[in-house]
């Protein structure tokens, strides 16, 4: 499976500041919990590669 394959899976996803200075990631589906915790720096950096993943998609389907 790649990024390009699509499934028909769903998950929730929630992003919050954690009581130990972290950021977490939490994403659940049906039976699975999977809990990321990432430094603030960490995060910043995905936040980064998410913007421009979104701006990379914009350009594909604009």
Same mark, same amino acid.
């Given at each position: 499976?790649?990024i390009?394959?699509?499934?028909?899976?769903e998950a929730?996803l929630? /992003?919050?500041?954690?009581?130990h200075?972290m950021?977490r990631?939490? /994403?659940?589906?049906?039976?699975?919990?999977?809990?990321?915790d990432?430094?603030?720096?960490?995060?910043?950096?995905?936040a980064?590669? /998410?913007?421009?993943?979104?701006?990379a998609?914009?350009?594909?389907?604009?």
């Amino acid at each position: 499976m790649g990024i390009n394959t699509e499934r028909d899976i769903e998950a929730n996803l929630q /992003i919050g500041p954690t009581d130990h200075g972290m950021v977490r990631l939490f /994403i659940e589906g049906t039976g699975i919990e999977i809990p990321m915790d990432f430094e603030p720096e960490e995060a910043e950096e995905i936040a980064e590669e /998410i913007r421009a993943a979104a701006q990379a998609a914009r350009a594909v389907s604009g």
